[in-house]
């Protein structure tokens, strides 16, 4: 199993849990960051933004001040929110749990 692969995805979906918890406005990614840090001690605000990105071309979350502003802010979209409520299907690239329930 490749750990960093593994890592990734995991931080994509703990990314996704910190924006639902976050509905509906939002928030930026120091309160991302910090909401994350204590599961991912290793995580950098680089990482945190790569895969914020990553997110956002997914169409999974809406990230703004990218280019504008020194910090980024991101909201979770539609399809961001029915993929956290495990009502749509998911693909690669996100560690999901399986639904248990």
Excluded at 10 to 28: E, F, H, K, M
Excluded at 70 to 78: G, M, T, V
């Amino acid at each position: 199993m490749d750990m960093d692969k593994a890592a990734r995805e995991s931080l994509r979906w703990l990314i996704l849990q910190a924006l639902y918890s976050a509905q509906p406005v939002g928030c930026s990614e120091q309160v991302i960051f910090q909401a994350i840090v204590p599961s991912q001690p290793l995580l950098t605000t680089l990482e945190l933004r790569r895969n914020l990105d990553y997110l956002h071309e997914r169409e999974l979350v809406r990230v703004t001040g990218k280019n504008e502003q020194q910090f980024w802010y991101a909201k979770l979209i539609r399809s961001g929110i029915d993929l956290v409520e495990y009502t749509s299907a998911l693909e690669p690239g996100i560690a999901r749990p399986n639904k248990y329930w």
